[in-house]
C-alpha cells in the first residue's frame, strides 16, 4: 500500500523566513502534485511534477521531485501572510491498479507577521 | 471552463433524513471522484468512476452510501440514513487520464 508521508504537519514561521516542507511516499512514482487548501475552500492544484529533476517555482513557492529517493519538496522563501493555507502532496502510484491519487495528511501553515 | 460544481453548498439535515449531493464534472474528463474531509480522519477518497462506469468503491463507508454517474455530466452521492457522523466537507473532482484533479467547491454537509 502506498504511504504518502508529509512533515511537518504543522508550520509556524515568521514573515520573511524561509522553510521547507517535505513530502516522503513509498512506492514507485513518476507524477506528483502539490494542492493548496484555504480554511474553509476548496484544493487548488499548485504545482504537477511529471519527472525526476522536476522544478516548478511560482512567487515565492518552489517544487521539486527526486523520484529515486521518492521525495518532493515545497519550499518556502521569504514568506508572507498570504502563504497561510494547508498544502497537501498528492501521488499516483505506478505500481498498482486503478487512477487514485493518494495523498498526505497536510501540512497547515501559518505565517505570522 | 466553470470548473467541478457541486450544489448544494451547504446542507442542514436531520438524523435519518435522506441526502444527496450532486457534481457536474468538467467537459472532457473520463474520470470523477468523490472525496470526503474531516478534521478527525482528512481526506478520503469514497469512491471513483471512469467513463460513468464505478471502478473502486472501497472507500465508501457503509450500505449508507451510494453513489451513481448516469451520465458523463452528472454523479451523485446518497447517504439514506444520515447519521451525525457523517457531517463533514464532501468534495467532487475530476480529471482526464491520470493528470492532476480538479476539485469543486465542495459541500459542507451537518447532520443534528
Known amino acids: 500500500e502506498l504511504k504518502v508521508e508529509q512533515n511537518p504537519l504543522f508550520l509556524s514561521m515568521q514573515e520573511g523566513k524561509n522553510y521547507t516542507i517535505y513530502c516522503n511516499y513509498s512506492?514507485?512514482?513518476?507524477?506528483l502534485y502539490w494542492y493548496r487548501q484555504d480554511p474553509g475552500k476548496s484544493l487548488e492544484s499548485l504545482f504537477v511534477?511529471?519527472?525526476?529533476?522536476a522544478v516548478k517555482q511560482e512567487g515565492r513557492l518552489m517544487a521539486s521531485l527526486d523520484t529515486k529517493a521518492r521525495l518532493s519538496t515545497l519550499h518556502i522563501t521569504a514568506a508572507v501572510h498570504d502563504l497561510s493555507a494547508t498544502y497537501f502532496c498528492a501521488v499516483y502510484p505506478l505500481m498498482e491498479y486503478g487512477n487514485k491519487l493518494v495523498f498526505g495528511a497536510g501540512t497547515i501553515l501559518r505565517v505570522k507577521s | 471552463d466553470a470548473g467541478v460544481i457541486q450544489s448544494p453548498r451547504h446542507e442542514v439535515t436531520e438524523m435519518g433524513q435522506e441526502v444527496t449531493l450532486r457534481c457536474k464534472p468538467i467537459s472532457g474528463h473520463d474520470y470523477l471522484f468523490w472525496y470526503r474531509q474531516t478534521m478527525m480522519r482528512g481526506l478520503e477518497l469514497l469512491i471513483y468512476f471512469n467513463n460513468n462506469v464505478p471502478i473502486d468503491d472501497s472507500g465508501m463507508p457503509e450500505d449508507r452510501f451510494s453513489a451513481k454517474m448516469p451520465n458523463a455530466s452528472f454523479s451523485t452521492l446518497k447517504i439514506q440514513p444520515s447519521e451525525p457522523r457523517d457531517s463533514a466537507v464532501y468534495f467532487c473532482?475530476?480529471?482526464?487520464?491520470?493528470?492532476?484533479?480538479?476539485f469543486g467547491p465542495g459541500t459542507r454537509l451537518t447532520v443534528t
Open positions: 511534477l511529471l519527472s525526476n529533476g
Open positions: 473532482a475530476s480529471t482526464r487520464g491520470t493528470r492532476e484533479q480538479y
Open positions: 512506492t514507485t512514482s513518476d507524477r
